[in-house]
C-alpha cells in the first residue's frame, strides 16, 4: 500500500523532505495512560507482546494519540534469546530476568539458531495486523537488539550497571564469546528480513549497552555483526533502510559511518556538529534530545527542541530522543516536542 507520510523513510535515504519527520523511542508503552488500560487487561507485558491483535492495538496508540510521524511494532529486543531457547521475564518495576542464563560451551551449543517464522510469528503477524490497521498513515519500524546488547541479558540474566559478568566473558573467553555473537546474529538477520517481508518499512537496531565496551572491544565484539546485519538486509530487503542506534558509542562515530546502513542514531551525550563531521554526509541522523529535557516547561521544551533542529538542519535528520523516553513524562510534554518538530519553519532564517 502507497504511504501517505513517507517523511521518515525519505529521510531515510538522503531524500529532501517538507519538514524533518519524528517519532519516539519507546513511545509505544507506559507514557500513555490508553496503554497503560490494555495492560491492566492482561497478566503482563509478555502476554500484551505476545497477543498480536492487542500489540498492533498498543503500536497505533502513539500515532493517534501523539500524532508522530511513524509507529514502531510493540515488542522488545529479549524475544531472540528466548526464541534461541532462553525464555526471560518481565519483573513488574524491576525489569527483565533470565532464569537460565549462558555459562558453558555447552549452553551455547544447546541454543538454536530461531527460526522467524516459527518462532516469531506472533510478531509477524503483529506487524501484519498493524500495515493492515494503519492503512498507509506512517511507516512502521521494525526492531532488534544488537548481537552484543542481547550477549549481555544471555550472559547477564537481566540488567546489570557494569556488565561485568559479560565483560568477563569477553576477556577470558573471546572465541566462545565470538561463537555465541554468531549464533546470535544469525538469529537476528533472519528476523529482520523476516520483519521486512511482513511489511516493516524500516528496521532499527538497538545497541544499548555499547557504551560499556572500549573503543577496541567494540570493533572486535559489535561492529562486525552489526556490519553482518546490515549486509544481510542489503541482501534480502534492499529497499528497507537500516537504522543503526549505539548508545554511548561517541568513540565509535567514525565507524558508524562506514556502516552499509542509512541512519545512524545519536544519544544526547555527543555533540551534533561533531556528530556530522565524524559520521560524514551519507548517513541520515536520528535522535538527540535528552529525554529529561521533557520534564522542563513546555516553552523550554519549544526551544530546545528548535536548537536540536538547527544544529541538524533541514535534510537528512529524523526527530527523536537520545533515547526511550522516560515512562513519567506528561503525554502533553511529548506532544509539545512532536508539534514543535512539525510546525518548525526556521530554515529560512
Ligand atoms: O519503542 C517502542 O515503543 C516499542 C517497544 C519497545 C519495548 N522495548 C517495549 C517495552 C522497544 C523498542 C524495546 C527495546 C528494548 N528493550 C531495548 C532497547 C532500547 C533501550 O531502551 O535501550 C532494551 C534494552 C530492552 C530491554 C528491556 N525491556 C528492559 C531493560 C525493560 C525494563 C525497563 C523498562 O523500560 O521498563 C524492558 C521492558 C519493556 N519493554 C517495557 C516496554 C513497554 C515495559 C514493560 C511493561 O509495560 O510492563
Redesign the pocket.
Known amino acids: 500500500m502507497q504511504l501517505k507520510n513517507d517523511l521518515l523513510l525519505r529521510a531515510a535515504r538522503g531524500e529532501k523532505t517538507e519538514r524533518t519527520p519524528v517519532w519516539?523511542?519507546?513511545?509505544?508503552?507506559?507514557i500513555l495512560p490508553q496503554?497503560v488500560a490494555v495492560?491492566e487487561r492482561v497478566s503482563?507485558?509478555i502476554e500484551?507482546?505476545t497477543t498480536p491483535e492487542l500489540a498492533a492495538e498498543v503500536?497505533i496508540q502513539?500515532v493517534d494519540l501523539l500524532g508522530v510521524d511513524a509507529a514502531?511494532?510493540?515488542?522488545?529486543?529479549?524475544v531472540i534469546p528466548e526464541a534461541m531457547g532462553l525464555p526471560y521475564e518481565?519483573v513488574?518495576k524491576?525489569?527483565?530476568h533470565f532464569p537460565r542464563t549462558v555459562r558453558s560451551p555447552e549452553d551455547i551449543d544447546r541454543l538454536k539458531v530461531a527460526d522467524a517464522e516459527t518462532d516469531l510469528g506472533y510478531v509477524l503477524e503483529a506487524i501484519r495486523l498493524v500495515k493492515r490497521d494503519l492503512g498507509g498513515r506512517v511507516p512502521l519500524i521494525g526492531?532488534a537488539?544488537a548481537p552484543f546488547?542481547i550477549f549481555c541479558?544471555m550472559i547477564e540474566g537481566g540488567?546489570s550497571k557494569t556488565f561485568s559478568k559479560a565483560k568477563k566473558m569477553l576477556y577470558t573467553e573471546p572465541a566462545l564469546s565470538h561463537r555465541l555473537l554468531q549464533k546470535i546474529t544469525d538469529s537476528t538477520a533472519g528476523y529482520l528480513n523476516a520483519q521486512a517481508s511482513a511489511g516493516a518499512d524500516l528496521l532499527?537496531v538497538?545497541d544499548?549497552?555499547a557504551g560499556i565496551l572500549s573503543p577496541d572491544q567494540y570493533r572486535t565484539f559489535s561492529l562486525p555483526y552489526l556490519r553482518q546485519l546490515c549486509q544481510a538486509v542489503k541482501r534480502e530487503a534492499p529497499a528497507t533502510p537500516v537504522t543503526v542506534?549505539a548508545?554511548g558509542a561517541f568513540f565509535a562515530r567514525a565507524e558508524m559511518g562506514a556502516l552499509p546502513c542509512e541512519v545512524i542514531g545519536l544519544d544526547w551525550n555527543v555533540d551534533i556538529a561533531e556528530s556530522k563531521t565524524l559520521i560524514g554526509p551519507d548517513k541520515t541522523l536520528q535522535g538527540n534530545l535528552d529525554p529529561c529535557a521533557l520534564y522542563a516547561s513546555f516553552d523550554q521544551i519549544r526551544q530546545q527542541t528548535r536548537q536540536m533542529l538547527r544544529a541538524f538542519g533541514p535534510h537528512r535528520h529524523i526527530a527523536n530522543l537520545g533515547?526511550?523516553v522516560y515512562?513519567d513524562t506528561d503525554p502533553e510534554k511529548v506532544k509539545c516536542f512532536v508539534e514543535t518538530v512539525q510546525e518548525y519553519a526556521g530554515w529560512v532564517d
Do not use: C, N, V
Not at 519516539?24 to 507506559?30: D, E, P, S, V
Not at 514502531?72 to 529479549?78: A, G, P, T, V, Y
Open positions: 519516539l523511542m519507546r513511545q509505544a508503552g507506559r496503554y495492560r503482563g507485558f500484551l507482546a503500536t502513539p514502531i511494532i510493540f515488542s522488545d529486543i529479549l518481565m513488574e524491576r525489569g527483565p526492531f537488539g546488547t541479558y540488567g532499527q538497538f544499548s549497552w542506534f548508545k533515547h526511550g515512562p
